[in-house]
Every structure is written in C-alpha cells, then in structure tokens.
C-alpha cells in the first residue's frame, strides 16, 4: 500500500459526494485520482476543485490506466451495482455508504466480499458506531419489558425511508433481544386498529428542509422513558470517517468488514 491510500469516488455530484470533495484536501494520507460522476452530468469535464491548482477534473467513466486502492461509493440504489462491479472489475476495496439496497444488492455485496474488501456502512459517523452499541446493550438488559420507537428525520431530497442508519439500530435492537427484525418491525400505523404488540420495534420518519440527519432511540416502559439521541450537524462528520475507513481498509484481504474495526484500530486516532 502505497504512503498516501489513491481512492476513486463514485457519486461524486451527490450531497455526500460534494462534501468528501470539500473535506478531502485537508485528510492526510488520502490522494484522490478520480471523481466520478453520472453520463451526461453538467459536471462531467469540470474541475473538481476550480479554486485550487490541482487538476482534477470530473469524469464519466474511469480511464483504464488509472489505478486506485478503494472505490468511496456514495451514490444511490439504482447506481449502486455499476459501482460495485467497477470496484471488481479493477479489484479495488469497496466502501459504500449508499442506502436504500434491496436484497438483491446486499447478496452481491455479501458475494463480493469473496473477491475483495468490502466495508459498507448506512451512516459513517462515529458517534452513530457508537449509538448501536449503547442501544444494543440498553435492549440486552431491558428485553421486551421497554417498548422501542426508532424516530429519524432527515431532508426533504432523501429519498428511502426508514433510514438505512434507523434500519440499523433497528437491526441492532432486535439481534441483542434474540429477534429477527422484519418479524416484529412496524412502519407505519396510520389506520391501525390494535394496540401496540409487545417486543415490536416502530419506526418513524421525518423529512424536511436540510436536515443533515437525527436519530432518536426510545425506551418506554412503565413509569419511565429512556432516549438514545445522535443529531448530526454536518456532512463532513460522515466524509470523514468515509475517508478513515478507505484509509483503513486499503490492502486489507477480501471479506466484510465494519466502521467499529475502522474507528476502533490502532493509529485510526478512534476508539469507541
């Protein structure tokens, strides 16, 4: 691995995309070779940064003399499979951040994985790494005594709902009582006639003007409430720890890997 980790960036004129794009130059041990964005986008051609001397341009496709160690994925669901056959096709690590993946799409992941790194995560920020394992442990001690609401807003351009960060909590709530979540998950009660199912995990969704992204985990049980709250404030919280973990991951051998190996390794400057 070479001093400085060479990333590709696929979705670069998206919100996350743009914002990597800002934080990048200051991250040390990160050179970026490529900004990659849809055909046809006004983009496409531009420079990446027109202030600066660098000469990085936006492109379409990625020339097949350019090497990189690990494609940063931040596009979106129906884009998602040209970027992970792109990371196998040049043999590159992976790290996605893109949401909204059907099953399908999270089998080939999975599938992948046997071929080369993979690090896919629905929120990169350390402080959510560390949210999932507090509500985890909350919902190992409390069972199904407490009922849990998962209560998430975001902007008005997101587009998947819940989030794929309140699917995880979701998920790590439900593993830490024992249950599958698509058994005992509820989306929605609008016309609803019965009460409440004990051990259910709801979800709710609030989008809204540019809500960079809250999440709220509920506790209720009888006579008291317990909220796990991370609000984030920023973007460039997630295009960082995007860039540790490609930093991180780059040289790594194929197979899954997790934002908490990332943010917990020695020299990541993390731990949680």
């Not at 949401?99 to 399908?104: I, K, N, R």
């Not at 960079?212 to 984030?232: K, S, Y």
Request: hydrophobic residues 45%.
């Amino acid at each position: 691995m070479s001093a400085s980790t060479r990333i590709i960036l696929f979705g670069a004129s998206g919100r996350m995309g743009q914002e990597i794009l800002r934080v990048a130059p200051s991250q040390s041990g990160i050179e970026l070779v490529s900004a990659l964005v849809r055909p046809g986008s006004p983009l496409d051609g531009e420079p990446v940064w027109p202030n600066r001397s660098a000469s990085l341009a936006f492109g379409s496709t990625l020339e097949p003399e350019l090497q990189g160690e690990v494609l940063v994925d931040f596009s979106n669901a129906a884009s998602f499979d040209a970027a992970l056959a792109l990371a196998l096709q040049r043999e590159m690590a992976l790290v996605s951040g893109t949401t909204g993946l059907s099953e399908q799409q999270r089998a080939e992941l999975d599938a992948a994985a046997q071929r080369i790194p993979v690090l896919w995560s629905a929120n990169f920020s350390i402080g959510v790494a560390l949210l999932r394992r507090l509500v985890a442990e909350a919902a190992r001690v409390l069972g199904d005594e407490f009922d849990v609401e998962i209560i998430e807003a975001h902007h008005n351009r997101k587009r998947d709902a819940p989030s794929g960060t309140a699917l995880t909590l979701g998920r790590a709530v439900a593993e830490a009582r024992g249950q599958d979540l698509d058994d005992v998950a509820c989306y929605a009660r609008h016309g609803a006639d019965e009460a409440r199912a004990r051990g259910e995990i709801g979800f709710a969704s609030v989008r809204g003007g540019d809500i960079v992204g809250d999440h709220t985990v509920l506790f209720a049980g009888d006579g008291e409430r317990m909220e796990f709250v991370h609000r984030a404030g920023t973007r460039a919280l997630f295009a960082r720890g995007a860039l540790l973990a490609a930093r991180w991951i780059a040289g790594r051998s194929a197979g899954r890997y997790t934002l908490d190996q990332a943010v917990a390794a020695p020299g990541s400057g993390r731990g949680c």
